[in-house]
């Protein structure tokens, strides 16, 4: 049994099991009455019925009658309200006179079908028989033929001339086999034409079209299709510039690399080809507009390839036919001075042109700020270079930190510095050398394990700072830590003992994730407690 399909039946029965009622799933189904006061209401309820509720009081199942057609309930009141139905069988019989009757009506009404001596005939007797979907048959409120309603009762007629017709069904399948052959014939043709005509001609009869299956695949890629054709027909028909841009935008195209600066240039081509011309593809008019824009490109990239100053190659790369971005007028000579020994063939090439100089030149601003940095904007200057050249171990190294290792990297390369940096990767190392300098210098402070090892970590400043700037030592420890624990160029053993015993008390309490100075300005912080 497929999974959420069970079912829960309840039965409730009367004493005598002659009537009571069914449940599924605790929603009551069906009531039933078996017992002869329930047949004899059965039989009331036909007898007072209506054509609006004869069929349900038939199918009553204590009258258990067989074969009703629900398109019969008119019939079955009039037959009924005529006889005598004092009995489920005697209703039975009713019924079946009705059915006989219908039947031979329905046998007459296809032989009409059948016998009809012209299209006029024919669809009064399809209309007659009840045949759906006949295309043809649309009358207003006076039943009158509207007119300039597409007919397709001569396809119809000589259809049904060559074929066996036995039944109702036999007929229908004819109808729904020729509207659907005839639509489709009038979409090809309209491809094949490309026409205004040949397109209403089409969506008049896809318009009437309905092959009876909901959602129907056919019937929607029939109307795809036309759309398709529509939209070229627009297009052959533009007027202007502006009218064939918008007509080869249209969605039902889905079209590649139109490009709105090159519509005069599409319209130009246009009315450059011979009399009649017209698109009848997708495919053919694809290719003419990336003929047209590669045309049109070739003449912009020629504009570039020849400019002969900065001014006119800035003119060229901002032309609305290339479609570049992010031109700065900022790089106008970089531009220039970059193009020496370039010929460019295609918008790609000159694309990664424009982004290589672009980039050369905001590497360039980033490095000179670092060479050029003082010793107050120097962490503004890091900070722009690392949003734009990323430095994992600059951005790792945490927030708390970044002060003291941007001090580190000043000690290394600040002011004094006899070479400035040629590249973002110069400074990216150097930055990232800083941080690992810095982290060696907080490291030996927090692993220290007696006072001796304290004062030898915080005695690596000083020996960093004197193979930096030799004779100005003392200014630089006097700008960058704190010179009442130094002493004859050595760390104090006073502040060595106060800091480790500070490191002491933070290891021994219970918060475990608290045991290291997280800066060296905090180990320094622990002496003025």
């Known amino acids: 049994m497929k999974a959420g399909t069970e079912k829960t039946y309840v039965l409730s029965v009367s004493l005598d099991g002659k009537s009571g009622s069914l449940k599924v799933n605790d929603v009551e189904s069906v009531a039933f009455d078996f017992s002869a006061n329930g047949l004899a209401n059965a039989i009331a309820a036909v007898k007072a019925a209506n054509s609006s509720n004869i069929v349900a009081a038939l199918e009553a199942p204590v009258l258990g009658l067989k074969a009703i057609d629900s398109t019969l309930a008119a019939e079955y ?11 489920r069988e005697l209703i039975q019989a009713a019924v079946d006179r009705v059915n006989a009757a219908a039947g031979t009506a329905i046998g007459e009404k296809i032989a009409a079908v059948k016998s009809a001596n012209g299209p006029v005939a024919l669809l009064d007797a399809l209309e007659k028989l009840g045949v759906q979907r006949v295309i043809g048959l649309a009358h207003d409120g006076g039943n009158a033929v509207i007119e300039g309603t597409p007919s397709l009762a001569a396809k119809y007629h000589t259809a049904i001339a060559s074929q066996t017709i036995a039944t109702k069904t036999d007929v229908q399948a004819i109808i729904d086999t020729v509207n659907g052959a005839e639509v489709t014939k009038l979409v090809v043709a309209a491809e094949a034409a490309v026409t205004t005509d040949s397109v209403t001609a089409a969506a008049s009869l896809l318009a009437a079209y309905d ?4 959602d129907d695949k056919v019937e929607v890629d029939l109307g795809k299709r036309l759309d398709v054709v529509t939209a070229l027909v627009a297009v052959n028909a533009a007027p202007d510039a502006a009218g064939l841009l918008t007509a080869i935008k249209s969605a039902d195209l889905a079209l590649v690399e139109v490009v709105d600066a090159n519509a005069d240039a599409y319209k130009a081509q246009v009315d450059a080809q011979a009399e009649g011309f017209k698109f009848a593809t997708v495919a053919q008019l694809q290719s003419f507009v990336k003929q047209v824009n590669a045309t049109v490109n070739t003449s912009a990239i020629d504009a570039v390839n020849k400019a002969v100053d900065a001014p006119a190659l800035l003119t060229a790369l901002k ?11 900022a790089n106008e000579a970089a531009y220039f001075a970059a193009l020496t020994g370039k010929t460019f063939t295609t918008v790609t090439e000159i694309q990664a042109f424009v982004d290589g100089v672009n980039k050369a030149q905001s590497e360039a601003a980033l490095v000179a700020a670092i060479n050029t940095a003082t010793k107050s904007n120097i962490e503004e200057a890091v900070t722009s270079f690392v949003a734009t050249f990323a430095n994992d171990a600059y951005i790792n190294v945490g927030s708390k930190k970044r002060a003291e290792v941007i001090s580190t990297f000043w000690v290394n390369h600040g002011e004094g510095r006899s ?3 040629t590249s973002a990767a110069e400074v990216s190392a150097a930055l990232t050398a800083a941080v690992s300098e810095y982290e060696g210098y907080i490291n030996g402070i927090n692993s220290a394990k007696n006072i001796t090892e304290m004062r030898a970590a915080f005695d690596v400043f000083i020996d960093d700072l004197e193979a930096a700037y030799g004779d100005e030592v003392t200014t630089k420890v006097e700008e960058l830590q704190n010179t009442s624990v130094y002493a004859n160029g050595s760390f104090t053993i006073e502040a060595a003992t106060s800091i480790f015993e500070a490191l002491q008390v933070k290891r021994s309490d ?17 002496l003025s407690k």
Do not use: H, M, P
């Open 77 to 87: 009141v009039t037959e009924i309200g005529k006889s005598f139905v004092s009995s």
């Open 211 to 214: 092959n009876g299956i909901a």
């Open 319 to 329: 032309s609305s036919v290339l479609g570049l971005k992010k031109v700065a007028d």
């Open 419 to 421: 070479e400035a940096f």
């Open 510 to 526: 219970a918060d475990t994730t608290n045991d290291d100075f997280a800066t060296v300005a905090e180990a320094l912080a622990t």
